[in-house]
């Protein structure tokens, strides 16, 4: 099967600091992509690279980039795509959605530019895309003010909207922030559930690993501005081969299971910084001097690949 996004050697910068660094990922149709990694690791600037949403004075440039077999490189052709081929879900959904105009209103706008309909179609098709979204009372949504919904409804809207241009890939970042845990599952599983009936793909951005277990196919684990351990999530989780996600892995088991993780030692590099071979290396309880001098090889195993000199392969989880 062809990928339905394909993007190979993404790189990004910001004001002269390497940001992306060569990533690497694809996304197929009927599946769901979940992009793993703490803060900084690179997660939400490539969804914005794909959607030509980078800041003011970012460079970027592919090696290559397709989506549905077509170039995906130029600016317009990703700025064509937004809305109508690819939805967007918002990290933030009350801030994401304007203050001064009601629901309904913003909807239907939406609906309109996307399928260049009139106002009483983009009100009906508004209150049927908020039913589809699981909202009981679509009429009273649709005439609300954002801050007269719940953080949690407000995510749905933002889901309605991400739906209208009826897209081929949905694209959600960090759709779970600040909302409690009962509703962040609530909304995981409506994201599956909508993704699967439209026969789409989906692509899910998080910090835990642990978010992923049940609406995910495969995982792309990234650290530093690469991916560094790519695989079918059943695998992942079984054993992964990068010492970073292995060491992920354990700590969403141990809160899965009530236990006290272990923390990863060291932090995050922050963009500029000088970075072994591995920039892993320094926080790695595997890492020896070469991971330091030598640009890690590709190994591939159980249908996960990750760049490492030295992959998990034993049953052991964690250090």
């Known amino acids: 099967m062809s990928a339905l996004l394909e993007v190979r050697g993404l790189e990004v910068g910001i004001q002269g600091l390497p940001i992306l660094r060569g990533v690497d990922m694809e996304v ?42 077509q170039d995906f490189v130029p600016p317009k052709a990703r700025q064509a795509a937004r809305g109508k081929r690819i939805g967007f879900v918002p990290q933030r959904p009350r801030g994401s959605l304007n203050p001064v105009f009601r629901v309904g209103k913003q ?94 793909a989906g692509m899910l951005i998080t910090h835990d690993l642990g978010v992923v277990a049940d609406v995910c196919d495969r995982v792309a684990v990234m650290y ?23 060491q992920l892995v354990s700590i969403a088991t141990s809160l899965d299971s009530g236990g006290a993780p272990q923390e990863i030692p060291g932090r995050v590099p922050n963009p500029g910084d000088d970075l072994a071979a591995c920039a892993f290396a320094p926080r790695c309880f595997r890492a020896d001097s070469s991971c330091f001098e030598t640009e890690p090889p590709l190994t591939e195993n159980q249908g996960q690949s990750a760049f490492c000199h030295h992959p998990i392969t034993s049953a052991k989880v964690g250090p």
């Open 28 to 69: 197929y149709p009927g599946e769901i992509l979940g992009v793993v990694g703490e803060t900084g690791a690179g997660k939400s600037m490539t969804a914005r690279s794909v959607l030509d949403l980078l800041p003011a004075g970012a460079s970027v440039s592919f090696r290559s980039c397709t989506f549905d077999g």
């Open 107 to 200: 909807l239907s706008d939406t609906l309109r530019r996307l399928r260049d309909t009139g106002r009483r179609e983009a009100k009906r098709a508004a209150l049927e895309l908020l039913r589809s979204v699981r909202i009981t009372d679509p009429e009273r949504v649709y005439k609300s003010f954002p801050h007269e919904l719940s953080g949690g409804m407000c995510q749905r809207v933002c889901i309605a909207i991400a739906l209208a241009g009826e897209p081929d890939l949905i694209i959600a970042d960090e759709p779970t922030t600040g909302l409690d845990v009962t509703i962040q599952a609530e909304i995981l599983r409506l994201l599956g559930e909508l993704i699967a009936e439209r026969n789409a």
């Open 224 to 246: 530093a501005g690469r991916v560094v351990n790519l695989g079918p999530t059943t695998e992942i989780y079984r054993e992964a081969l990068h010492p970073y996600a292995n």
